[in-house]
């Protein structure tokens, strides 16, 4: 287990200053382990198997890591650091929100520290062994009601992280075209009847390893079973529409967790926070679905976007995987910063190195997890593999990042 010393306040900044120096604009970060207590654990998240209820049974199992996040996780009962990142340098462990708040435009760039005075996005594997009851992100005027930020998300299934399918293949997303909102209203009503019947509304699409999905803010989901590579907005708003999943009650408490208070029994309010018209898309896997799109190659490597789109015309976040063959080495240059997990191989990037862990005890650090800043993505950082079997990692960025991305469906 680790031993480091946590520091906060006026001594990040000297600290992240020599980490940035030393790693040549890279940051080691430690697993954000984030625990869900009305989910079950689908096990593939290489976390040590006497480690998943590491927070205590009543917190619920682990079933999520998150990856460079400044987000905090909305959940009962939270530590005080749940959701948010670690940077480790020399035996100090430090928030990812507080080096970004000591030196912004260094670490995510002039444009974004501007815009929004903080690192705005974040991803994380989720690995369930059932699926996730129906449910919703806000958009950004309803999150607002509450003081919080709407939250679109992407999503790539890694073959490295699905060995298996686990219980439930299968994602509902949306809702049938032709539904009515007096359909879901009854589906609301019948809450504590059981089994409210919102599936019967909607569509379930078989889930495909290394291919994806856009999910807009006010679109109803209910993921699958497959471990979930997640980029999205910096935000963890969501509204349950689902009663009941594999026999277990979801509490209307987690319907209406970012409603305003006197608008708990408002089924019209409740209804109006979604996105109707992309709900009922009659080509929502058209508008929606992603398969991996090259980007740019070289000897012995390949770049590849796996999310991308457009949310509301805005580029919100993105994500590339990027593969090394054993022996190459690739020059990485990116227009800004990035969160990059290894999810298959060992090799280094920059001065650090890479290594796929096989299993991790909670509170243990890997070598497979750095933030490339802001200043290191636009340098050029050099990564090679130094092992037998291909380099494999995951990395997402920030808003507007880039010039242009791909269109979901190549339209």
């Not at 063959?325 to 990037?349: F, H, M, N, Y």
Request: charged fraction near 20%; proline fraction near 6%; glycine fraction near 12%.
């Amino acid at each position: 287990m680790s031993t480091a010393k946590i520091i906060q306040g006026g001594e990040v900044a000297g600290a992240l200053e020599q980490a940035l120096e030393a790693n040549g604009g890279l940051l080691r970060l430690t697993p954000t382990w984030v625990p869900r207590s009305f989910l079950h654990p689908g096990r593939r998240l290489k976390l040590h198997p006497d480690d998943l209820y590491a927070y205590g049974a009543e917190r619920g199992g682990i079933d999520e890591r998150w990856f460079a996040s400044t987000t905090e996780a909305a959940n009962e009962g939270r530590v005080w650091h749940e959701g948010l990142s670690f940077v480790s340098f020399d035996g100090n462990h430090f928030t990812l929100k507080d080096a970004v708040a000591a030196a912004g435009p260094k670490m995510v760039g002039q444009t974004m520290w501007d815009a929004h005075q903080r690192w705005p996005v974040y991803s994380k594997f989720f690995d369930n062994m059932g699926p996730i009851p129906h449910h919703m992100h806000q958009k950004q005027k309803d999150a607002q009601v509450t003081g919080q930020e709407g939250k679109p998300e992407g999503y790539y299934f890694p073959a490295q992280y699905n060995n298996v399918d686990n219980n439930f293949c299968y994602t509902f997303m949306g809702l049938e075209p032709g539904t009515t909102k007096q359909q879901l209203r009854k589906c609301l009503e019948d809450w504590r009847k059981g089994d409210n019947g919102i599936l019967d509304l909607s569509r379930a699409y078989r889930l495909k390893r290394g291919s994806g999905w856009l999910i807009p803010p006010g679109v109803l989901h209910a993921p699958g079973s497959l471990c979930t590579y997640e980029p999205q907005w910096g935000s963890d708003v969501f509204g349950m529409y689902q009663s009941l999943v594999e026999g277990r009650e979801v509490p209307w408490s987690l319907c209406v967790k970012d409603v305003p208070q006197d608008k708990h029994q408002d089924l019209d309010y409740i209804i109006e926070q979604l996105d109707w018209e992309k709900n009922v898309d009659t080509h929502f896997k058209a508008n929606n679905y992603l398969e991996p799109v090259a980007h740019a190659s070289g000897e012995g490597w390949v770049d590849k976007w796996i999310v991308y789109g457009l949310i509301d015309g805005q580029q919100l976040f993105s994500a590339r995987e990027l593969t090394v063959e054993p022996g190459a080495t690739c020059r990485l240059q990116d227009p800004g910063a990035s969160g990059w997990i290894t999810v298959q191989g060992k090799g280094r990037i920059g001065s650090l190195n890479l290594q796929t862990p096989a299993m991790i005890r909670f509170g243990d650090e890997t070598e497979d997890e750095v933030f490339i800043s802001h200043e290191a993505a636009r340098a050029g950082v050099d990564v090679e593999n130094t092992g037998s079997e291909p380099l494999v990692s995951l990395r997402y960025f920030g808003p507007g990042v880039h010039d242009s991305v791909p269109t979901p469906g190549g339209a």
